[in-house]
């Protein structure tokens, strides 16, 4: 059934023993194995992978020799026992030579960067992680991404979810040792009840996705005024309210496209665009493929 999916697809797709990868223009559809959205890639051959970008956080563990990652024109020369952590979306391309083998994580975000302190800190998440100083930090994240592999190849019941409790320490632990010290960078205006009312207003924009939400509209029950709002909005979450709006629609669209048949007249009702015009041309923007490819390689139905 996936190989179908696969083929009736433009994308090229190319199988692994571990799994598909597909690759149209330059954007990846990474594909998780069945009720999970993470992947471990294991390779000990000579490989090249050209430049591409997809929506999964990568995150290579080097385990003997060297890769070389070359991350929006930054080269990365990526050694025994190194890690490199790439976000999501952002173009990269990476070869390996004789005598070398790696580890590859590849994993959905959502659920991580949805964390409401990673959120504050989302620009300084938003970039490549290179952890090669040998410190108790990178030795902490290299086994936590031992045990994640682990658990990933006996595929125990939950063990997605115990896949996720692992990227999760990996990503306090960045916070705590890497970032230290970044929070005194970032303007004021934190204060607890602007804080808090900024928390009510992600909950009412999840709860009112479905309807046609404006600024304002948003802005008024927050009992902020247009500005002032938006900035505090921006300040808090790392996401304008557009923005927020719009991933929260795609979230849920996606996850229609995924787990059910239903009609794209239905997902873009159901997910709050406004008609299946605007829903086909979002989605294309900001996943890089219509809604009905989408759905040929990621749908269960």
């Not at 697809?9 to 690759?23: C, I, K, M, P, Q």
């Not at 194995?33 to 993470?38: A, E, I, K, R």
């Not at 019941?157 to 890497?178: E, F």
């Not at 304002?216 to 979450?237: H, L, M, P």
């Amino acid at each position: 059934m996936a190989e179908a999916r696969l083929r009736e697809n433009t994308a090229r797709a190319a199988r692994y023993e571990d799994g598909f990868r597909v690759l149209q223009d330059k954007r990846e559809y990474v594909t998780y194995p069945d009720d999970s959205s993470v992947r471990v890639w294991y390779s000990d051959v000579p490989w090249q992978y050209e430049l591409h970008d997809h929506s999964a956080v990568e995150i290579l563990l080097t385990l003997e020799g060297s890769v070389t990652y070359t991350v929006d024109d930054i080269v990365y020369q990526v050694r025994k026992g190194e890690v490199l952590i790439i976000p999501p979306d952002m173009q990269h391309a990476l070869s390996m030579g004789e005598e070398s083998s790696r580890y590859l994580f590849l994993f959905e975000p959502e659920g991580i960067l949805s964390m409401r302190d990673i959120k504050t800190l989302t620009p300084y998440f938003h970039r490549p992680f290179h952890l090669r100083d040998g410190s108790e930090a990178h030795v902490r994240i290299r086994e936590l991404l031992l045990k994640l592999k682990d658990v990933y190849e006996k595929r125990e019941l939950m063990w997605n979810t115990v896949c996720y409790s692992y990227l999760l320490r990996v990503y306090a632990i960045l916070g705590q040792r890497y970032l230290n010290g970044v929070r005194n960078r970032i303007p004021d205006g934190g204060r607890i009840v602007e804080s808090e009312v900024i928390t009510a207003s992600m909950t009412y924009i999840n709860n009112h996705y479905k309807q046609d939400l404006s600024l304002d509209d948003v802005a008024e029950f927050a009992g902020f005024s247009r500005y002032y709002f938006s900035r505090s909005f921006k300040k808090q979450t790392g996401y304008s309210f557009k923005d927020y709006l719009c991933e929260k629609r795609l979230q849920v669209a996606t996850d229609l496209l995924i787990r059910t048949d239903k009609s794209m007249k239905d997902v873009a009702a159901e997910s709050g665009f406004g008609s299946v015009a605007t829903f086909n041309r979002v989605f294309r923007e900001k996943k890089g493929c219509t809604p009905t490819q989408f759905r040929a390689i990621y749908g269960m139905y």
